[in-house]
């Protein structure tokens, strides 16, 4: 199973590759909203999205979390969000939640390392990642500084609709106003006038997408 998800999440990489990643690698599953990585804890290997979806989270030092973005199948955490106190401990910069039953591989630091020494697609995909999360990072400074509820609300359902893969999506007022920061009064308001633009259906618990 761990080498057929691999090589689904992976399909341009050399098969040489992924028999390495699959012996080198722990697989494992997260249920729905169950921690992935905790952010300020110590990290000795680079997580990847096999199947499944995450979402990424930053804390404030009160608990408070604001929703950076989304990671799908053949993304990966760990290969460049992490801070060097001591050279022998990396600690994460975010939480990662599964938003549904997610399947992550576990590659240790040495061995990320050398695989990028011995194969340029995954120096490469390493590269592509390290960029992936700057326009991530871009995206929050701007969801902050420059946007208002609407269009963060719009942000966060599109994500999950993307991640999710389904224009109906199962997430509470409550949800949306802890991943975005915000008052859950304030969400109910901009999702009503959301629904009475006719841009969404509201539900329990249940938002579809009409007119996005």
Request: hydrophobic letters at 40%; one cysteine or more; a positive charge.
């Amino acid at each position: 199973m761990k080498f057929h998800l691999i090589n689904a999440a992976f399909p341009s990489f050399e098969k040489e590759l992924i028999r390495d990643l699959s012996r080198k690698g722990v697989m494992r599953a997260k249920k729905k909203d169950e921690v992935i990585v905790k952010m300020g804890q110590p990290l000795t290997s680079s997580v990847i999205i096999l199947q499944g979806s995450a979402k990424i989270f930053r804390e404030s030092e009160n608990g408070s979390e604001y929703l950076i973005g989304f990671l799908l199948p053949g993304q990966s955490f760990g290969l460049n969000l992490y801070e060097d106190n001591l050279p022998d401990q990396k600690k994460s910069l975010v939480t990662l939640y599964a938003v549904k039953t997610t399947y992550i591989l576990s590659i240790p630091f040495s061995q990320k390392d050398s695989l990028s020494r011995t194969y340029e697609s995954w120096y490469r995909y390493i590269l592509d990642n390290s960029l992936m999360h700057y326009r991530l990072y871009l995206k929050m400074i701007d969801n902050i500084a420059f946007k208002n509820l609407e269009l963060r609300i719009e942000f966060f359902l599109e994500g999950l609709s993307i991640v999710t893969n389904n224009r109906v999506l199962e997430t509470s007022h409550r949800e949306i106003a802890k991943s975005l920061n915000c008052s859950r009064e304030a969400v109910s308001r901009q999702l009503k006038t959301m629904q009475e633009s006719g841009r969404i259906m509201l539900g329990h618990n249940r938002i579809e997408l009409l007119n996005f």
